[in-house]
């Protein structure tokens, strides 16, 4: 009996032929296209290894890079002591739907009992991830932080003649690759001499994940002194933390000479004014001008056109007699002379289809024909102010 419990403790203790495992390993998630998937391919050992090979398969469905190198280790797992493996992979799927990882086979050789050298080869099961469509319409970027970084070698509003700006944009994306991250936006604009400098992207692994940075550099400088606006560029992608679509923004930037803008400011502040009489030549000479174009233009036109050129002049031209009689009335206090007045006004918007209050007249006609007549709590004045501005 004693016999038969020391053997029983035995085959529990010592590991069986078979007892290596390599599983691959996946957290509860509900990727999109292009977000980064951990993937652990995990091996639990009780045999002496001599050497080993470990190949990670490649696919169509997706792009992939080791994070860090192997990790063995010694553990103790279910009571028994295991060499484990652990190998961190970033997955990329490039497409929605069914995503299948492996299978993987993990080629050793072992070292025997009898000193000698065996091969075994251990594989572990194939695995399927389910990868949702990338949520929007942009080209997929998913990362779980983004930050754009925009450096100007100078004032872009305030340049010396001649100078060249320099415009470096630093693109810095976590848990992603370079190839995923967008392509170099198109700077360009008619009053814009721009260069751009070859594009450098770089990726460096991580345990967590990738951290991937991509620069753009320009070299602008505008054609004339006249001042401009760089507008912004927006940059799309999916936020894996908060689970949201969000937008980076590259900033916009006015663009000019400091001299265009204090030749500006010099003209308004006086030293390329014109003078008061110099202002009233011109206003002269361009009325003049307008006149006699007018007239050739009316000179050989049927007599209806002449009308309606005649009526729109009056309709845009700020002179109204009527509204100067209508001022002088009010000023009266006599609500029949105001009444009068008011009539021609409105009658001279309506022939020039100007628009006109549908009750213009109500208060004043109230005022007048009222059974107690008179002039209190009537305002002259301010009914023509009102009437002129179309509020009564």
């Given at each position: 009996m004693v016999i038969r419990y020391a053997l029983l403790l035995i085959l529990l203790f010592t590991p069986a032929a078979g007892a290596e495992t390599l599983r691959l390993l996946v957290p509860e998630m509900r990727p999109v296209v292009g977000e980064m998937i951990p993937v652990t391919v995990r091996g639990e050992y009780t045999s002496r290894i001599a050497l080993e090979t470990l190949i990670f398969p490649d696919s169509d469905a997706y792009d992939w890079m080791q994070l860090a190198r192997d990790d063995w280790r010694q553990a103790r797992v279910n009571g028994r002591a295991v060499r484990v493996l652990e190998r961190r992979i970033a997955?990329?799927?490039?497409?929605?739907?069914?995503?299948?990882?492996?299978?993987?086979?993990?080629?050793?050789?072992?070292?025997?009992?009898?000193?000698?050298?065996?091969p075994l080869d251990v594989n572990a099961e194939p695995l399927t991830v389910q990868v949702a469509p990338y949520p929007a319409d942009s080209r997929p970027l998913a990362a779980s932080a983004l930050k754009v970084e925009d450096t100007l070698s100078a004032q872009p509003g305030k340049l010396r003649d001649g100078e060249t700006l320099i415009r470096r944009v630093t693109l810095t994306a976590d848990d992603t690759l370079p190839h995923l991250l967008p392509p170099r936006p198109i700077v360009r604009q008619p009053w814009l001499i721009s260069f751009s400098a070859p594009e450098v992207r770089e990726m460096k692994p991580t345990p967590q994940g990738p951290e991937t940075t991509v620069i753009w550099e320009w070299h602008l400088r505008p054609k004339t002194g006249e001042p401009g606006v760089l507008p912004p560029?927006?940059?799309?992608?999916?936020?894996?933390?908060?689970?949201?679509?969000?937008?980076?923004?590259?900033?916009?930037?006015?663009?000019?000479?400091?001299?265009?803008?204090?030749?500006?400011?010099?003209?308004?502040?006086?030293?390329?004014?014109?003078?008061?009489?110099?202002?009233?030549?011109?206003?002269?000479?361009?009325?003049?001008g307008l006149l006699a174009g007018l007239g050739l233009a009316l000179s050989g036109a049927s007599p209806r056109r002449k009308t309606q050129v005649l009526k729109l002049l009056k309709?845009?031209?700020p002179h109204d007699p009527t509204r100067r009689a209508l001022k002088a009335a009010a000023r009266t206090n006599d609500l029949i002379v105001l009444r009068s007045a008011t009539e021609r006004y409105l009658a001279r918007r309506r022939a020039l289809g100007l628009p006109v209050p549908g009750s213009a007249t109500a208060e004043l006609d109230r005022s007048i024909y009222a059974a107690k007549a008179g002039t209190e709590g009537f305002d002259p004045e301010r009914f023509r102010r009102r009437l002129v501005r179309g509020r009564t």
């Open positions: 997955l990329f799927p490039r497409k929605a739907g069914p995503v299948t990882i492996g299978p993987l086979t993990h080629h050793l050789t072992i070292a025997t009992d009898t000193g000698g050298r065996a560029v927006e940059i799309s992608w999916f936020d894996t933390v908060t689970r949201q679509m969000q937008v980076a923004q590259i900033p916009a930037i006015p663009f000019g000479y400091a001299s265009f803008e204090a030749n500006r400011t010099s003209n308004r502040s006086g030293t390329g004014r014109l003078s008061l009489s110099q202002l009233a030549i011109a206003c002269a000479l361009f009325t003049a309709r845009w031209s």
